[in-house]
């Protein structure tokens, strides 16, 4: 089965920078689609962003345009979210997750394969 891993969590003052890292491993096939949700308490899980494997494709919440950048380790089976200039809104578990077939969507429904979630802290 596909497992997926996130990491790279923690405390960070407003402005400041994360990484969240997305590791992938046991089933994987080439053409699937990572991506990272979050959720804050009392509040619905969101599409942050996602990549496609399938042309390398990516798609972005209009709330972190221009500050959060996904990427991809091939050779590490890895995707990464770098989170830069954090606001106190972006506080929330994030959460990777994996999907066939849905091109670039950030609805979490389409999503089968989800990650246990990693915490951010955005606070001074």
């Known amino acids: 089965q596909l497992q997926l891993a996130e990491s790279g969590g923690g405390l960070v003052q407003p402005g400041g920078s994360l990484r969240l890292s997305c590791a992938a491993s046991g089933f994987t096939s080439h053409y699937y689609t990572i991506g990272w949700f979050r959720q804050a308490p009392g509040k619905e899980r969101e599409g942050v962003s996602c990549f496609s494997n399938s042309g390398g494709l990516t798609n972005v919440a209009d709330s972190v345009k221009g500050r959060f950048t996904i990427s991809r380790d091939n050779a590490k089976n890895t995707v990464y979210l770098q989170m830069n200039s954090l606001k106190p809104e972006d506080t929330a578990v994030y959460y990777c997750?994996?999907?066939?077939?849905?091109?670039?969507?950030?609805?979490?429904?389409?999503?089968?394969?989800w990650g246990q979630g990693t915490q951010v802290t955005v606070s001074s």
């Open positions: 997750a994996a999907a066939w077939g849905v091109a670039t969507s950030l609805f979490k429904d389409d999503y089968n394969y």
